[in-house]
């Protein structure tokens, strides 16, 4: 604790001391007896899982985790989370973040999976949350748009009609880093000591019944007490709920796709992603 107590000296960051005399993050403990993490693919469903955590009766500590730091959206609303993102960055290593963290707690990530991410983790439970990776892309130009994020990187397709030349234009952008930081992402779904779940289950494209072995599965993966649940009430609070990343509609990949955007797709790896997710 004397170690931890003297990093974050200085910081603009408040914490909570527990009974037990250690630091914390957030000050409620939820129902697994697990520290927990949620290892998504951005624009893959990372918040609409994180609701869904909450909902199980898991605390959100309400941190976006990378190695280097994390966004502190603990005290923000969701717009200023949306729009003023950077001003709630916090530089701080993974390895004393994740301290901060206790069990029957979780935070959320886009942690690219790797000899020293597998090690730091090696007592969380860790969720994968993957998505077609057409869907992904055509998600992150709607988030950045309506954000307001990166007003110089938008600039070329921002008020663009929505459309195939709009995402190609996106594509031009920001498609090498979007890339990047979905195959360091990808690598999860090779572990052994993760549950993988799809946007699409969840969200019901494969039927009710995929909804509720979700819910199932996550309950057993993270020992939540086996009382009788209601799921479709759990469905009804969790479906369109407004998150940090919520637009206020699902993405309509057809408004946007065509051949010329396909032909790009394939071009800068997308099916080579979509492939080892299961979806080509």
């Known amino acids: 604790m004397e170690k931890l107590l003297k990093f974050l000296k200085g910081k603009n960051f408040p914490v909570y001391i527990l009974s037990n005399g250690k630091l914390a993050a957030w000050h409620k403990m939820g129902r ?5 993490i949620i290892c998504s693919m951005p624009k893959a469903g990372t ?3 994180a609701k869904l955590l909450e909902l199980l009766g898991v605390e959100f500590v309400r941190l976006h985790l990378w190695l280097t730091g994390f966004s502190d959206y603990r005290f923000a609303s969701i717009k200023e989370g949306r729009e003023r993102y950077k001003e709630f960055n916090i530089e701080m290593p993974l390895s004393k973040t994740l301290e901060l963290i206790h069990p029957g707690q979780f935070a959320v990530s886009h942690l690219e999976c790797s000899s020293l991410t597998r090690e730091l983790l090696r007592d969380f439970k860790k969720i994968f949350v993957y998505r077609n990776f057409r869907d992904s892309l055509i998600s992150h130009m709607r988030f950045m748009v309506d954000t307001g994020r990166d007003k110089e990187g938008t600039a070329p397709f921002r008020h663009l009609p929505d459309g195939p030349d709009k995402l190609l234009k996106y594509i031009e952008v920001y498609s090498g880093h979007f890339i990047k930081e979905s195959k360091g992402v990808l690598g999860w ?3 052994d ?3 993988k779940l799809s946007f699409e289950d969840i969200y019901g494209d494969n039927g009710e019944e995929r909804q509720y072995k979700v819910i199932r599965d996550i309950c057993k993966f993270l020992d939540l007490p086996p009382e009788k649940r209601n799921y479709r009430e759990i469905l009804i609070q969790l479906i369109g709920a407004k998150t940090l990343t919520w637009s206020g509609k699902r993405t309509d990949r057809s408004i946007f796709w065509d051949e010329r955007v396909e032909r790009r797709f394939a071009e800068i790896g997308g099916r080579e992603i979509n492939k080892k997710l299961n979806y080509e």
Not at 32 to 36: A, E, G, L, N
């Open 189 to 191: 779904i090779d572990q």
């Open 193 to 195: 000591d993760i549950l």
């Open 32 to 36: 697994s007896p697990y520290r927990v």
């Open 47 to 49: 918040y609409l899982y």
